[in-house]
């Protein structure tokens, strides 16, 4: 009996700590819905930024990330239900945004520090 008090204490325990880690990421985690996109956002600035794009939408979705509106840009093809991650180079102060080019989309801005949020936001 003491036994099993201590295997469902270790696998609550377990349960509890990845649901946390989800919501607190090194990186940006960017979700694409058919009607929004939520962001999962970092509480602290690094240099090296980890951006990971999943497409939970029934097409295919491309897009692009820049720094700042400058010409040179990552792009993301994803099929549904697939997920990409890429690392991109940061310095203090740089705008880092996700553009959706297919489907088209408004510009979703990456902002940390913002946990969650939602373009469009949340009524």
């Given amino acids: 009996m003491k036994r099993l008090k201590l295997l469902f204490l270790f696998g609550l325990t377990t349960i509890v700590f990845n649901i946390f880690a989800i919501e607190s990421l090194d990186g940006f985690l960017v979700e694409a819905y058919d009607e929004k996109f939520r962001v999962l956002s970092p509480q602290k600035f690094k240099a090296k930024m980890e951006v990971i794009v999943e ?3 029934l097409m295919k979705l491309v897009g692009r990330l820049h ?6 840009s990552i792009f993301y ?3 549904p239900s697939k997920f990409e991650k890429k690392i991109i180079d940061l310095k203090k102060g740089d705008v880092l945004h996700f553009v959706p080019l297919s ?3 408004q510009e979703v801005e990456l902002i940390i520090g913002n946990k969650n949020y939602e373009i469009p936001p949340a009524k």
């Fill in 55 to 57: 497409n939970k939408t």
């Fill in 67 to 72: 720094v700042n509106n400058k010409p040179s």
């Fill in 77 to 79: 093809t994803l099929e």
């Fill in 103 to 105: 489907p088209p989309f």
